[in-house]
């Protein structure tokens, strides 16, 4: 019987791997595999990773991840799934653990960054002042989620600020772009008209946190539905009611207008 | 003109650093130091840290952290700050970067695993389905603080898991127990009377979550507040609605009675 290791990649490339993780992908697997549906982290290259852990990698699709192949695997040897950012954070692989506590096989889990909590942090916005976080999926034959929009309107109805995940664009190997959503978040407004997106809210576009392509640039939903973020994974925050010193992270370390700091 | 990194430690060890730590710590810096007072893994011991990078690492109080003392040394020479979790995740290392951008100084983070994910993951939980987190201090002078309650509630309302951090007991070098925070909620519980906390609410107690000391028990407050968790860093989760696959992960993962199973 052998043990599935669950590694947290971290946010951009091999080199966020642990120490610990590196121990075990280099001395206690003889099979590596990653999963690249989940997030797919810009600086991410898969050869230089087989390079850095001496092994080959072996990229598994959903479909497979999602069946007992890992398992079965892990059934007479030691393997590994390694995953982007936090490897529990995607709610699919706590199924995995689920399941190998069921088929009595042993798990480790060797935990890493998360765009959920280095994002607050890089925009310099206070951690416990984030409500619950939401995922934007791309229109689905003409139809949009709307789901999103009431996450967002029940944090600010708290003060509270919102992650907003977007999806990840399965053929380009990036997230939606942050102009995408912003753009999606206003067609919900224009349906809904219940003032959540408005012209006067603060939002931050994130693209590639952690990483040296990191961009934070925080502004009105016009100054950033046109700004150019790059390539590479993307996120939003729609910002709640501002601590002062909150509004002038944002100011010194996003360029948000300098008249939020009036108001904070 | 030097370079500050804030370099985030990780969960439990030296281990947890990344590989790109490693190597700024070893080739980049010239002085590093840690502040261990905003929370203090149990697996760390300063000398195999020391050992790991082959630099002397100096503990810095929170005094000195808050001062100008560290940026003042990077105006001449590249310095490193460890700093457990991520970086950022304590607002007041925010205050740091935000003064190093006002003085010129460049500055650098290095994300890491934090609590804040790691456990919703570690429980089985969703994390999506978490409200705004909250930090249970000691009483001050036989005053009890009630704010973590209200938001243990707001979150409830919504259906929503509260992360509950625990305070840091500077003496000790851990944090308060599971067992004592149980027992300010309820103390907070038996003066509102709100129904927060009740004989069926279902709480997780997590310790030193990612480490091999990592103990996670879900239950009733009474079978939680005599349980043993060990030394270390405590914290606990007030689980609101539960998908059912959230009941199962707690059952298998987290021993909880099993019949949450029927209300999920």
Request: contains cysteine.
């Amino acid at each position: 019987m052998g043990t599935l290791y669950l590694i947290g990649l971290g946010l951009c490339d091999e080199r966020d791997l642990t120490i610990r993780a590196l121990e075990v992908l280099r001395e206690e697997v003889s099979e590596v595999y990653i999963e690249l549906y989940t997030a797919r982290p810009k600086g991410l290259n898969v050869q230089n990773l087989e390079r850095l852990i001496e092994k080959k990698v072996n990229v598994l699709s959903r479909e497979l991840v999602e069946s007992n192949y890992l398992l079965n695997r892990a059934k007479e040897k030691n393997i590994a799934l390694i995953v982007p950012g936090d490897p529990l954070v995607a709610t699919t692989h706590i199924s995995l653990i689920l399941d190998a506590k069921r088929m009595g096989i042993k798990y480790r889990i060797i935990h890493n960054a998360s765009v959920l909590t280095a994002i607050p942090g890089a925009c310099g916005l206070h951690a416990y002042k984030f409500g619950r976080t939401t995922t934007l999926p791309y229109p689905y034959k003409g139809y949009i989620f709307e789901s999103p929009y009431d996450v967002i309107k029940e944090n600010l109805r708290r003060g509270l600020h919102t992650l907003v995940l977007l999806d990840l664009n399965p053929e380009k190997g990036s997230s939606m772009t942050i102009n995408e959503g912003i753009e999606i978040l206003l067609k919900i407004e224009e349906r809904r008209r219940e003032g959540v997106i408005r012209n006067d809210s603060i939002l931050v576009g994130i693209a590639n946190v952690g990483s040296e392509d990191e961009i934070i640039k925080a502004g009105y939903p016009r100054d950033l539905i046109e700004y150019d973020f790059g390539e590479g994974m993307h996120s939003i925050v729609v910002v709640g009611n501002l601590h002062f010193t909150e509004a002038e992270a944002l100011v010194y370390l996003a360029d948000a207008p300098r008249e939020i700091l009036e108001d904070a």
